[in-house]
């Protein structure tokens, strides 16, 4: 009997360059999942005429190269302008999200407001998860979960075997139930809720919980219903799950294709399609925290409702290792890209700044379309 092996869950934020690739492509092999299904119909990405942005180290595979790029699909005005795969990636294949679904995530809070399951974001969480009632996140809101300004004392070390995101991300290697809500019972008060931004996995972690109670349903039922299937996606897509049969993990590692992260991505940028309510997605762009742009891998300026905010307005979804999901509303623009970036301490041996590289590509792609 053959067997493949997969990378430790427990050092899933740990991983060398040699192994990331293959765990981003594996996460429903490596962790207990839950599917979101799709719909009985694809709805079709029209392609549009293509585009050749060349930056300052050459063109479109020079830049996946060098950003260690798995997947890049550009959509713009609605037609596919760009779509290009690389690190074994395919056009079927299905990569991590990684923290890109903490946004995914926080559009259903709007779709459950509309919807009637969550009454206002000033509700407290207590009120709808009862296994935080008595901890320090008795007195905060939804919308101080989806701000992330819980006030919470978290580390989001990712370098620190010691840190609550590799105690959580271990939980989630060893599918321990519970787990994740005992760390969380734990944590110290630090700042008044809604004061002070600070990025906080296990608020997003939270913010699944809440959706799960409020509508009564599972996170990937939710999201299959409201979003997945009316959307038409190509493929089945999932959220990574706390333990086996668990609550879904609402902010980090579920796994969609390429091109449906792209329709989420058209979802938003048209503005909800009826499914959130009337200015949520505006609401969810207006900066309700001001970064200074070395606060954040991407290089933001400011954070909405789970959805980083570019120095041009753009909305941006990002994950670890270079995952991102770009939305700019005002030039009709959506940029999806997946890589597997190498960490500390394996980055300093690249000698390359990849945020620097994605601003310079990215510089080009749009001028490219202008």
């Known amino acids: ?89 395919r056009e079927d294949g299905r990569w991590s999200s990684m923290s890109m679904v903490k ?123 409201k979003v997945w299937a009316p959307l038409g996606m190509e493929q089945d897509g999932f959220y990574t799950l706390e333990s086996e049969g668990g609550q879904e993990i609402g902010g980090s590692r579920a796994g969609a294709t390429l091109r449906d992260f792209g329709r989420f991505g058209e979802f938003v940028r048209r503005g909800g399609d009826g499914i959130l309510p009337d200015g949520w997605v505006e609401e969810a762009a207006t900066p309700h925290f001001t970064l200074e742009p070395g606060q954040s891998s991407y290089g933001a300026t400011g954070y909405g409702y789970s959805w980083w905010i570019n120095g041009d307005g753009a909305m941006v979804a990002v994950g670890f290792a270079g995952q991102s999901l770009y939305i700019n509303r005002a030039r009709e623009l959506v940029i999806v890209t997946l890589s597997a970036q190498p960490q500390p301490p394996y980055a300093a041996a690249y000698g390359r700044d990849f945020r620097a590289e994605r601003q310079a590509f990215q510089a080009a792609l749009i001028e490219s379309l202008s």
């Open 1 to 89: 009997m053959t067997h493949q092996h997969l990378p430790p869950g427990g050092e899933f934020l740990l991983l060398p360059p040699t192994l990331q690739p293959h765990a981003y492509a594996n996460v429903d092999r490596m962790f207990a999942t839950r599917v979101i299904r799709r719909g009985p119909s694809v709805t079709p990405l029209p392609r549009g005429a293509g585009i050749a942005p060349r930056y300052t180290h050459g063109g479109v595979g020079d830049y996946m190269d060098r950003g260690c790029v798995a997947g890049l699909l550009v959509i713009h005005r609605g037609q596919v302008v760009l779509e290009q795969y690389g690190l074994g990636l």
């Open 103 to 225: 946004s995914l995530t926080s559009t259903l809070v709007g779709a459950a407001i509309r919807d009637g399951h969550i009454g206002t974001l000033a509700d407290k969480i207590s009120d709808y998860v009862p296994g935080v009632r008595g901890s320090a996140y008795d007195r905060v809101s939804v919308r101080d979960l989806i701000t992330m300004s819980s006030g919470v004392g978290w580390s989001e070390e990712y370098t620190d075997r010691d840190s609550h995101v590799n105690q959580y991300s271990r939980c989630l290697g060893e599918k321990r139930a519970g787990g994740v809500l005992e760390i969380l019972r734990g944590l110290p008060a630090e700042h008044e809720p809604g004061s002070f931004f600070h990025y906080n996995t296990g608020d997003t972690f939270l913010l699944g919980c809440l959706l799960t109670a409020a509508t009564g349903e599972t996170l990937a039922g939710y999201m299959s219903r």
